[in-house]
DNA sequence: GGAAGAGACTGAGATTTTCTGAGTCTCGCG
DNA sequence: CGCGAGACTCAGAAAATCTCAGTCTCTTCC
């Protein structure tokens, strides 16, 4: 299969001006300029070798093909969004599952039980463990552990307590390491 | 609805990776480096925040949510790819429609008939038309006409005809204007 | 046990794609 | 006729992506 696929964002520049037949529209949709969505939608059309708008003065059409072609984007794009939502549910407001180490429990400051409260809007468990296929299985989005693993493909990061005890170990997938939720744990860890 | 997509690239990398549980193989059916394909999937998983390989020494595995991930994303590229076949046939091997001015027939050269014969392979009609509109309806894939158009948005290549006659005009959409169908036309034209 | 091979990873730099910003054009309206 | 709206173009800036070279781990084969 050689196909060259035309492009995501010429194609999502075209469903969103489609929609709203205008690239102004698209454009303040998508979060860029009109000139940005113009040239996408150009670079499409002309990989297609279709037109896909009429431009009239009064404004956008679509031309037969452009009517046909959007139902079907619209559906694929449709398809892409709710299985990585299934997934993959948007960080944003997802509350991680921790794995704490046993070993690390004595280390912890002092205020640590008042901070899981605090923790409470971005945590939704935490378990006693240190096992770090646990990540890789999705089952914990983040492990605190008394020593680093030098496990390729995982994010460490060195915290040290307040105490002159040894240091402990953050460690997640990367793409958790520098989201709200990590950086609030990671500062209730250090103060 | 101000979801952030996954890359196009991404996806496409995950796809082709997941069916061959190999960046290799992967990266040689996408035409690009290993490399390309690791750095594409891992930019992928960190957008999405899940792990979709597991990545052992003895090769990929798909963890349980790429396994559910894949035949969603593979289902989403059929549609796109179905919805473009149907609307755009692959312009290689696709044969055009082309529009002839009834003014230009005379001035044409006199080996045209014989060239139109060369041209099987490259041209499905000819039909009498000067309509512009036939283009953007898509009814023709390009017209050869008497006089320039000034027509923004379509592509128009002078020619100069062998004699000393006016010359005459090569009209089509963007992306049709440098295929190979429109060269062959415009080579019998000058030849 | 060691050498060689396979496949994945990384970082730097090159390349390509995409976006912006300013200016132009056409059309419809007052 | 001057204005405003929206689409277009071009050049340069910015960002995403690719390649290349080198590293690492594990497996296989003497």
């Not at 463990?129 to 030098?150: G, P, Q």
């Amino acid at each position: 299969m050689t196909y060259r696929f035309p492009s995501l964002n010429g194609l999502k520049a075209f469903e969103a001006a489609a929609r709203h037949l205008s690239f102004k529209a698209a454009a303040a949709e998508l979060g860029v300029t009109a000139g940005a969505v113009s040239q996408q939608v150009k670079r499409l059309e002309m990989s297609l070798g279709i037109a896909l708008f009429r431009r009239l003065p009064q404004g956008l059409l679509l031309t037969q093909e452009g009517t046909a072609y959007l139902p079907e984007i619209s559906r694929a794009f449709d398809v892409l969004t709710d299985a990585t939502e299934a997934i993959a549910p948007a960080l944003n407001g997802r509350k991680l599952s921790i794995g704490l180490d046993p070993v690390v429990v004595d280390k912890l400051p002092k205020g640590w039980p008042r901070h899981t409260n605090e923790l409470k809007p971005y945590v939704r468990e935490i378990r006693a463990t240190r096992d770090v296929e646990l990540i890789w299985s999705n089952e914990v989005d983040a492990l605190i552990l008394a020593e680093a693993t030098r496990h390729g493909n995982l994010v460490e990061q060195k915290v040290c307590l307040s105490g002159d005890t040894a240091p402990i170990y953050f460690v997640t997938r990367p793409g958790l390491a520098e989201c709200r939720q990590s950086r609030a744990i990671l500062e209730a860890l250090t103060s």
